[in-house]
């Protein structure tokens, strides 16, 4: 399954940076955004072209002294994908797909769809299914016994009455299914998971030297965690390794310098 591919099912969002009085000068439709997937090595052979709606843009204002950003969303009528979009997915061309909870009930058909894939194939060959429990909207919990990893929110967490990541990960595991991993990340507390034993594994946040841009941290560690985890690393390296990526792309501006240049 080496040259297998990981598919991530949400929706793209183009976030417009404004530091200080810089306006933005990006375009905000598509075009912009799969040129910058295509440059930056990002298969989009699998995306669900929407026949209606316009690409939804948040304008994004970060302070440079703290890093802290405010988000203004202009949120469109763009339908998510569905199940129907899903079905024409070449399930054999990859070995992980995770799921961004947005349209549950969809998003349950697609899961079950991969299950039963899954069911056809030695468990050596089966596609791992990830999903991300991020807003604090009912609905969303219902994705909870479908991942084999599954990634609950700080947010989440505090609205269910938890104020540690790992009293969270004892508290919501009973919701997970048989043998998943469940993972919270906890900001400048670092992030905790569990697996079936129920042992709690931890990993320290790796802040930057200045904190400069928050903005996709978490998404930044989910990837992180998943392509550590994709490629055979314990729960605890993967860990570690989504908490210093995520640490990383907090002190630079966007994504291109998460990676520290050759000198």
């Keep these: 399954m080496g040259d297998k591919k990981i598919l991530c099912i949400g929706l793209v969002c183009l976030d417009i940076i404004n530091v200080v009085d810089k306006y933005p000068e990006e375009d905000t439709d598509s075009s912009f955004i799969t040129a910058d997937f295509v440059r930056r090595g990002v298969d989009i052979s699998g995306v669900a072209w929407q026949k209606e709606g316009e690409t939804p843009c948040a304008c994004c204002v970060v302070c440079p002294i703290s890093g802290t950003r405010t988000v203004v969303l202009f949120d469109t009528n763009l ?25 549950a009930e969809e998003q349950v058909k697609m899961i079950q769809r991969v299950e039963h894939y899954n069911s056809t194939l030695p468990e050596d060959k089966r596609i791992t299914i990830s999903v991300e429990i991020e807003k604090t909207r009912e609905p969303l919990y219902q994705l909870f016994p479908y991942g084999d990893v599954v990634f609950v929110s700080k947010d989440v967490a505090k609205h269910f009455g938890f104020q540690t990541a790992a009293d969270a ?16 990340a906890w900001a400048e507390k670092g992030a905790d998971a569990m697996g ?22 978490g998404d930044t560690f989910n990837a992180s965690v998943i392509f550590a985890l994709s490629r055979g690393k ?11 990526v995520a640490g990383r792309k907090c002190g630079v501006h966007g994504y291109d310098d998460i990676v520290p240049q050759k000198q």
């Design 196 to 217: 079936p034993d129920g042992a709690v594994v931890h990993s320290d946040a790796f802040p930057p030297e200045a904190l400069v841009d928050t903005l996709g941290a």
């Design 79 to 103: 339908p998510d994908v569905s199940a129907e979009d899903f079905s024409r997915v070449d399930l054999s061309q990859y070995k992980w797909i995770h799921w961004e909870g947005r349209n």
């Design 234 to 244: 314990s729960l605890q390296e993967a860990l570690s390794f989504g908490c210093q």
């Design 169 to 184: 990960l004892r508290g919501l595991y009973g919701r997970v299914k048989k043998g998943a991993v469940l993972m919270c």
